[in-house]
């Protein structure tokens, strides 16, 4: 590589996968800044929680950064990787049960009458149950990834009146693999980190 002046390793000049590797490890340790205190002081039951309430639909929850930061700290001996897996999933799958039976019981009606207070419309909302009666275990498997769908789904589901069977199902499905990916990926990579 020719000297330009920079460094050799600033962003504009590394390849592609080493700067998707850089913004990967970044967000990472964000992450862990942001969650670390909460579960330093609260340990599992702050895991538990938090991702009880985001799953319920708590949009600014950070569940993210709370498995990614229980990941890291099983990887270092804090916490069994079992349990953070096991108690994050059962969590984020309470959550959204719970979400489910609001959704269900406060019903599309309501959804639409005080919608607009979130600067959502019916129209919006029409399309939206559209799409999960449609297409329903792509969204809840995928939506565990999209903020804020993964806070609303199951609010959105009840509402739209998809049935309880398929959203536990494709609910489960989701919320394991998004657990596994981020808390199971944060334990994996922290292995690989000396200290």
Sequence with gaps: MAATGKTRYSAP?????????HWFLTTLAHLIRIAAPLVHHYGLWGLVGILFAENLGVIFAPGEAMVVTAGFLAAKGFFGIEEVIALAILAAIAGGYASYALGTRLGHARLVRHGRYLSISPKMIERVHDMLRRF?????????????????????????????????????????????????GAWWLAQSIPG
């Design 136 to 184: 329903g275990a792509p969204i809840l498997i995928l939506g565990r990834f999209i903020v804020p769908l993964r806070q609303l789904q199951g609010y959105l589901a009840g509402s739209a009146r998809m049935g309880f069977r398929p959203y536990a199902l494709w609910s489960t499905v989701g919320a394991a693999l998004w657990v596994v990916t981020w808390g199971g």
């Design 13 to 21: 000049y590394l390849p592609r996968s080493t700067a998707m590797t």
